[in-house]
């Protein structure tokens, strides 16, 4: 198993020890960095400052979210990286939910969500195959675009640019079982959410038969701290903000996974007191049992016997969420 750093994205404004972690990270033997974007910070930029920074670790975007861009787009920002870094980029993409796509990116939120991803993700493969012309008719990602308001004067296209590795490893960010189904057949790899190394059939039997090679790298917090209960409130927190804001409480993918992996109860109520205002009372009823089966805090002892079970399943690639460079030294050690 693999580590990776997951730095996510920036709050109120440039996280100043990214690059600093990334090149600890580097020299401890970690093998990939990656970076996020929610409404902020986009994922592209700070990746291709760290890029500057390092000289092996993998780059990849965990994740990319697809409104952002068109896939032409994305595949140029991921060409380009690819390029400049020496063939080290990862691309990591997203749909998101309806409050970000319709909120933020001003596009509606596609009724068809598999359709939408897997023709975003032909497109990408398409641009970076650089085979022919890029062509595509389909219903979210028609190229050339013939819709209402068209000229009638595009064409199909071929990048200018040739791509550094048509085999770019593009991975998914993916919760539904039939979503999940879907990535192990048209991608490279897999970013779960709240993997819990005991449940993994909360995302349905794909994951029991998955393709030769193919990448599994869930994020999760590790803190290495002596009270596990205090070293659980950042993760807590997290999950307070994605169960209860992160959507609508009639549409919300985060709270429909915790109920899938059998906290139904505790879902609806964290995402009544935040939508509420009272918000530290939502992370509070953050149960600390999920909170911390998603994840490894505590001693070194403790963070050690919990890592044999990552080991076992089918997971590729550990993508530790944390600042601290004491984390993550102990988990490079216990790892080795």
């Known amino acids: 198993m693999r580590l990776g750093l997951a730095l996510g994205y920036w709050g ?3 996280s100043t020890d990214h690059v ?3 090149q600890q990270a580097e020299r401890l033997g970690y093998d990939s960095v990656w970076t996020a974007e929610s409404w902020g910070s986009d994922a592209f930029t700070p990746l291709t400052w760290i890029a500057a920074h390092t000289s092996r670790i993998r780059l990849g975007t965990a994740v990319a979210q697809m409104a952002a861009r068109s896939p032409t787009t994305t595949a140029m920002h991921a060409l380009t990286l690819d390029h400049l870094s020496g063939g080290r980029m990862l691309l990591g993409l997203g749909l998101s939910g309806p409050q970000v796509v319709e909120g933020w990116y001003g596009r509606p939120f596609p ?3 598999l359709t939408a991803t897997r023709e975003y993700v032909d497109v990408v493969r398409q641009v970076l195959r650089r085979a022919a012309p890029v062509a595509a008719d389909g219903r979210f990602h028609p190229l050339p675009y013939r819709g209402p308001d068209a000229t009638g004067l595009g064409k199909p296209l071929k990048p200018i640019t040739h791509p550094l590795r048509p085999d770019l490893p593009v991975l998914l960010g993916a919760e ?3 979503n999940v189904a879907q990535t192990t057949r048209i991608a490279d790899g897999w970013l779960p959410l ?4 005991s449940r993994p059939d909360v995302y349905g039997p794909a994951v029991h038969d998955l393709p030769e090679g193919f990448l599994v790298a869930p994020m999760a917090q590790v803190r290495v701290c002596a009270d596990v209960a205090e070293g659980l409130l950042p993760v807590k927190a997290m999950l307070g903000f994605y169960i209860g804001g992160m959507g609508h409480a009639a549409r919300n993918f985060h709270a ?6 059998g906290y139904a109860d505790e879902a609806r109520r964290i995402q009544d007191l935040f939508l509420s205002g009272r918000r530290e009372e939502a992370v509070r009823a953050v149960p600390d049992a999920f909170a911390d089966e998603i994840s490894l805090v505590g001693p070194r002892e403790r963070i050690a ?3 044999e079970s990552w080991r076992k399943g089918p997971v590729t690639d550990l993508l530790a969420l944390t600042s601290d460079p004491h984390t993550l030294r102990t988990l490079a050690d216990l790892n080795s």
Do not use: H, I, N, V
Not at 194 to 197: G, K, N
Not at 256 to 261: E, N, T, V
């Open 256 to 261: 429909d996974l915790m109920a899938r992996m």
């Open 305 to 307: 016997e919990r890592l």
């Open 12 to 14: 109120r404004g440039p």
């Open 176 to 178: 539904g079982p039939k």
């Open 20 to 22: 600093p972690l990334a």
């Open 111 to 113: 009724r068809s969500p």
């Open 194 to 197: 709240y993997w819990a190394p």
